[in-house]
């Protein structure tokens, strides 16, 4: 493997990587302050759809960001209603999530764009266009930093460069200020939360808000930045490895990064050598699709050891009276 095959595949792991932070970082929210959210896939993808589907109407790619937010913090505030005010199986209700948005955004689509559930081609102003960073030309001609400086961390969308500060200033909120701490000791002993007159309700829909924004930011990054468009089922599994990722993290924030840069570099490496050889014989294109989701289970099995989740997780708090 030469050294500009290894740029591509660095620069396709920050690609891919993106839409895996902005979700894991989103879960890690939710799961902290004691929501579990399977969920994220289905906000990723109705995000995704609604995103490509108004940027294609409107021509704008800020509209569609905000159609795709609107989108996925809609479906958060349904998870927010059926598992912290009414009190039900957060597992089910994240399930429901993810049924009710791969269907609806096909029929959707399909009565909107008679596409077969896809929306049209996006193009121009409708798309997030790359950025080149600054002295990024300049420094170009350098051995090994330019390349890296040049073809790896420049040219991306802002979306990226969006996912990549969001895991500092993650970091920052739940380690540094009040918010924060008061989030994780809703995780893990709501009780003691409410003793101290904090609002435990207030508390939860606000890390579920927080995960509804960064599931729309993923999911537009998915169809109007990865993509140039909405085509069925497009968040591919996404939402669960960003779940896997989280486990692996240990539900940390720099964690998380890294986690997501290897599942990310995972799914470049299978598109990358689709048709690879072994030993002479030819490994079928989709063995080299499914590498990804093969080694999340082998690393989750095997190198992960014990993850231990919020203690509250999953159980709905009732307030003692």
Partial sequence: MDFSTIILLLDSTLRLATPLLLACLAGLFSERAGVLDIGLEGKMLAAAFFSAACAAVTGSVWLGLLAGCGASLFLSVVHGLASITFRGNQLISGVAINFLAAGLTVL???????????????????????????????????????????????????????????????????????????????????????????????????AVLICGILCGLAGAYLATGLSAGFVKDMSAGRGFIALAALIFAKWRPWYALSACLLFGLLDALGNRFQNAELLGIAIPVQFMQALPYILTVVILAGFVGKATPPRAGGAAYVKER
């Fill in 108 to 206: 959707i689509g399909q009565n909107w764009f008679s596409l077969g559930g896809r929306t049209p081609p996006l193009a121009g102003n409708a798309r997030f266009q790359s950025i080149t960073l600054p002295f990024a030309d300049t420094l170009e001609p350098l051995p090994l930093i330019g390349p890296l400086y040049h073809d790896v961390l420049s040219g991306h969308t802002i979306l990226v460069y969006v996912g990549l500060l969001a895991v500092p200033l993650t970091w920052w909120v739940l380690f540094r200020t009040r918010f924060g701490l008061r989030l994780r000791a809703v995780g893990e002993n709501p009780g003691a939360v409410d003793t101290a007159g904090v609002s435990v309700i207030k508390l939860r829909y606000g």
